[in-house]
């Protein structure tokens, strides 16, 4: 039998436990309240913009519903109101990921990603595909990729260090795209030479590991990376897992890590400029010397860095990208490999703020590639010009109704996805469309999309 003073104690020990828990909550959590006005304006901005190919979406209704915890995170009071998640890093197995792009896209809609960017690295071949799964999920793809560079500070190679750029392009892909094709096909080619150099130095440690066990896990057409070849070692039992395949041998500078004919940094960040892209540096908490490699990267025209992870953001790179006056982005870096170190796609948290910034600096630069890609096929209404258009875009809707009246009609379709209607209203755009008025278009004749394959 309990006694009084024991059930008052008893009380007191629950009231505090209680108090405790409420504290918990509230510093993990924060303290939820209505959206600013300038919050406000930024949702309804990056709602139309998610939103363009259902402009009537109940999320981008009855804003005074949404809320913002200390974060800046949306989130719904309502029934049939959405939170708007952005993905910005992904990775899918056209490069070192475990899923196709089909399966990446379905988790992250059930992850209740919104907007997904595939940054596979150095290929975009994943990308039509992603597009195409898209559409069935009502998932916006950004058509990205992550390209493998080299810092070199002064030109030795003792001081070298790796460093990751983020491109994020529209859903007309890049201008020049045969450019970034050549350009990035030379770092793959790299690729298989640095792979197999590191099965020969494993060799050389008594770790007999079969070059065809790399490529193998790879996958037809994949440039193998250091992720391969530490499934290739998990697999034949050299390590037990991942993570001690890279602690024991793989990590830069590590007895098997090898380099390979990576481009310079700078390089790669202005053909992303030059090609219709934005530009950001991925992880940069990797890197040993960051402050040096962001202020040469600013003045090459590096547009932000990634700062933000799943447990929040980092002060210090968030410092610098204030110092540099750069975009705060980040992602999951999402491979599909499962395990408790991999965060989960559309687990970061970026603010409604961010996603505005985002768009601000990206539309303007997406709204040029796209029409630099139309006033070419203005110019030369060529099927090769066609495709141009059609390599990331949604063609598969359109098929059905070919011939179209005419171009005037096709532009139309692409544009009332890809721009608001603001930005259509332009002058440019208004005469690219005078001039497609008088062609015909047979999207049946359309060859598959450059890059596609």
Not at 49 to 59: G, P
Not at 153 to 159: D, G, L, Y
Not at 238 to 247: D, G, M, R, S, T
Not at 299 to 319: K, P, W
């Amino acid at each position: 039998m309990v006694g009084l003073g024991d059930s008052n104690s008893s009380c007191n020990n629950n009231n505090k436990a209680k108090d405790k828990k409420r504290k918990k909550k509230k510093k993990r959590g924060g303290s939820k309240r209505k959206m600013t006005a300038e919050q406000t304006l930024a949702f309804k901005s990056v709602t139309e913009w998610v939103y363009l190919d259902h402009q009537n979406s109940s999320s981008t209704a009855a804003l005074s519903s949404w809320v913002v915890d200390d974060f800046g995170v949306q989130k719904s009071l309502g029934r049939g109101m959405e939170k708007v998640v952005f993905e910005l890093h992904s990775h899918s197995k056209h490069s070192d990921g475990f899923l196709s792009p089909s399966k990446l896209v379905e988790r992250a809609h059930g992850n209740g990603v919104k907007v997904l960017a595939l940054t596979d690295h150095d290929t975009m071949s994943g990308i039509p595909e992603a597009i195409e799964t898209a559409r069935r999920f009502g998932i916006k793809i950004i058509p990205g990729v992550e390209i493998s560079t080299i810092f070199s500070p002064s030109r030795n190679s003792e001081m070298e260090e790796p460093v990751h750029i983020l491109a994020y392009y529209s859903s007309c892909g890049p201008t020049r795209y045969e450019e970034l094709e050549t350009f990035l096909a030379n770092i793959r080619d790299g690729r298989y030479l640095r792979a197999k150099d590191m099965v020969l130095k494993l060799n050389k440690l008594k770790l007999p590991l079969k070059w065809e066990h790399v490529t193998k896990i790879a996958g037809k057409g994949v440039a193998p990376g250091r992720l391969h070849v530490a499934r290739a070692m998990v697999e034949a039992g050299y390590v037990e897992n991942l993570k001690q395949a890279f602690a024991r041998y793989l990590y830069d500078g590590g007895p098997a890590y090898s380099t390979g004919s990576e481009p310079l940094a700078e390089e790669a960040v202005q053909l992303i400029c030059e090609t219709g892209g934005l530009a950001v540096l991925a992880h940069p908490w990797a890197l040993k010397n960051p402050i040096p490699i962001i202020r040469r990267l600013k003045d090459a025209g590096l547009h932000g860095m990634e700062v933000y992870r799943s447990d929040g953001r980092l002060a210090a790179y968030s410092d610098l990208a204030d110092t540099y006056d750069l975009l705060k982005l980040g992602g999951a870096d999402y491979h599909g490999r499962g395990g408790h170190g991999e965060s989960e796609l559309g687990s970061v948290n970026l603010p409604v703020l961010v996603l505005h910034d985002f768009l601000k600096v990206a539309r303007p630069i997406w709204c040029g590639a796209i029409k630099d890609i139309l006033e070419t096929y203005a110019e030369e209404p060529s099927d090769s010009n066609l495709a141009r258009i059609a390599r990331f875009g949604r063609m598969g809707s359109f098929r059905g109704s070919s011939p179209l009246s005419c171009g005037q009609d096709f532009i139309d379709c692409c544009l009332s996805s890809w721009l608001t209607t603001e930005e259509r209203q332009n002058a440019e755009f208004e005469a690219i469309r005078l001039k497609l008025s008088y062609i015909s278009i047979d999207l049946g004749e359309v060859q598959a999309p450059i890059g596609s394959k």
